[in-house]
């Protein structure tokens, strides 16, 4: 198990409570290691990380430091530094062999992170209610876990004092710019959240349905081109809500759906069942008699080069993973794509999923030879395959099984994790001890 330590008071808990159960209850197939991420925004973080260490090695935990290197971005850099904090843990697990990923997200990031999410999203929207989750997959790699969402920060400091073990406020957490510290100053006046974890159990019922209802009214054409029958559409609002976000983050190669107000307006375009066609996210809906089609929008869709041995996300919809001797360029493949599809589908949905299909060249432009290039074109999710929730997983293996693509990692711990939801539940509809 990595744990990730910043040296603050959440996770150095966390890494002292299980250095201390393993000490009691000694698992041979269990051993810990650490990694702190340095994201060169502050001059202490170099000494902060050597604290870690230090504290490591009297833990006789192995320890390394991962630095965000190159420029950082003027905005969004909390989110931008989330991004980078993962992509580096995940290379520190793979360099130091582990298995899993453990966090210190606590039960008050997940009273912050409600009441942002409830500000931004409809009651019915995918997504509200369930805060923090459990266990996270990042990038198809590695599963991430936290353990401590139900124990709340005083009690991990309290827990730290009484074994005398200091730990580092970082100033930023101070900071109002942000919108999590204006929240938690908000949320610090005792205004508290419940059933959270009968928010995730419901996001995940609701998921589990829609894989079922995907696996049964959907069919994808040439990963391009998805098809809901009629029947398929007569489904309670709920499930409806989360198929069409989910399909259309995927289809328009995007994170997320689409926004509140234009998921409600193909919602409500949908129940009228008069044929036509709308746009959102990206996505072309196209609603006829015998059913919804779903395709990307031809426009906004760039051109990318991929150098021999790299990879790229192409309009966020394609992995295109080149093995061969000769850089490959990507491209949309325009009127001439609608020859792959099968005979009795409608003919403009066709077409226009038939032009947003992906057509490779050499760099300037030439047919490839098959001698010089090796390509793997492999359908990417992209509101999945960077993080996928353990909420999401039987939806997305279903979704894989409609593109014919592997299933993703299995959740490591299934059996631990099940008793923490349990315990969870629990001490969250008590408060917290």
């Known amino acids: 198990m990595l744990v990730a330590v910043s040296g603050g008071s959440d996770s150095v808990g966390l890494l002292v409570a299980l250095a201390d159960q393993l000490k009691v209850d ?6 810990l290691s650490a990694a702190t991420i340095n994201h060169g925004l502050r001059a202490e973080a170099a000494g902060e990380a050597l604290d870690v260490a230090a504290l490591c090695a009297r833990l006789g935990v192995a320890h390394v430091t991962r630095i965000w290197g190159g420029d950082k971005p003027k905005s969004g850099i909390m989110a931008a530094a989330r991004e980078a904090r993962y992509a580096l843990l995940a290379d520190a697990a793979a360099d130091l062999g582990a298995d899993v990923i453990v966090t210190a997200h606590t039960f008050n990031d997940q009273q912050e992170t409600l009441a942002m999410r409830s500000a931004r999203l409809a009651e019915d929207e995918p997504g509200v209610g369930t805060g923090i989750a459990d266990a996270v997959l990042f990038e198809r790699r590695i599963w991430v876990l936290r353990p401590f969402l139900c124990c709340r920060r005083s009690d991990i400091r309290a827990y730290l004092t009484k074994a005398g073990i200091g730990w580092i406020d970082d100033p930023s957490n101070e900071d109002l710019h942000y919108e999590r510290v204006r929240t938690r100053k908000r949320l610090a006046g005792g205004t508290r959240m419940s059933g959270l974890a009968e928010a995730g159990a419901r996001r995940a019922t609701i998921a589990n349905a829609v894989a079922d209802w995907l696996g049964a009214h959907v069919t994808i054409h040439e990963n391009s ?6 029947e398929g559409l007569e489904v309670n609002r709920t499930v409806l809500a989360y198929a069409i976000s989910n399909l259309t983050g995927v289809m328009g190669g995007q994170p997320f759906g689409p926004g509140r107000e234009r998921l409600q307006r193909i919602l409500d375009f949908v129940a009228e069942r008069r ?8 996505v072309v809906f196209d609603l006829r008699s015998s059913g ?4 990307r929008e031809s426009r906004g869709i760039e051109t990318l080069t991929i150098a021999p041995g790299a990879r790229g996300i192409w309009d966020g919809r394609v992995e295109i993973v080149n093995s061969g001797a000769t850089s490959v360029r990507v491209e949309a493949y325009g009127g001439n794509g609608a020859t792959v599809f099968a005979a009795g589908l409608p003919k403009a949905a066709v077409q226009r999923a038939g032009a947003a299909l992906p057509k490779m060249t050499d760099a300037d432009g030439q047919s490839t030879s098959k001698e010089r290039a090796v390509v793997d074109v492999i359908p990417y999710f992209a509101p999945f395959d960077r993080f996928l929730t353990r909420f999401d997983l039987r939806f997305a293996n279903q979704l894989a099984i409609s593109f014919k693509r592997k299933p993703y990692l299995k959740l490591p711990l299934q059996g631990l994790l099940t008793e923490s939801a349990s315990v969870g539940a629990d001490c969250l509809g008590k408060g917290p001890a």
């Open 26 to 31: 000694p698992l041979p197939d269990i051993t």
């Open 225 to 230: 081109l998805a098809e809901i029958r009629g």
């Open 275 to 282: 044929p036509g066609r709308r746009t959102a996210g990206g």
């Open 292 to 295: 919804l089609y779903l395709m």
